[in-house]
């Protein structure tokens, strides 16, 4: 790959840059994508179903008994004297 010198580019021409740079990464994203999306699928097909996303898993609430701990003023203690 050639090297680029950026400090001799326009504002213009590295704006240009940075789309065409954008767009083809996305097209590699893209690509990448649906590589790994049919690779799910073939795999699917040996047990369980795959999980789509991370994002879909149950949250963990803290319970209402553990609020209530954090909530409490701790009073201080007495010395004795």
């Known amino acids: ?22 767009d083809k990464l996305m097209e590699k994203v893209a690509v990448r994508q649906a590589e790994l999306e049919a690779e799910l699928e073939r795999l699917s097909q040996y047990g369980k179903p795959a999980k789509k996303s991370l994002a879909s898993a149950p949250v963990v609430k803290a319970k209402k008994t ?10 201080p203690i007495a010395k004795a004297a």
């Open 1 to 22: 790959m050639a090297k680029i010198d950026l400090d001799s580019l326009s504002i213009e021409e590295l704006a240009a840059l940075r789309d065409n740079a954008t």
């Open 66 to 75: 553990d609020e209530k701990k954090s909530d409490e003023v701790k009073e």
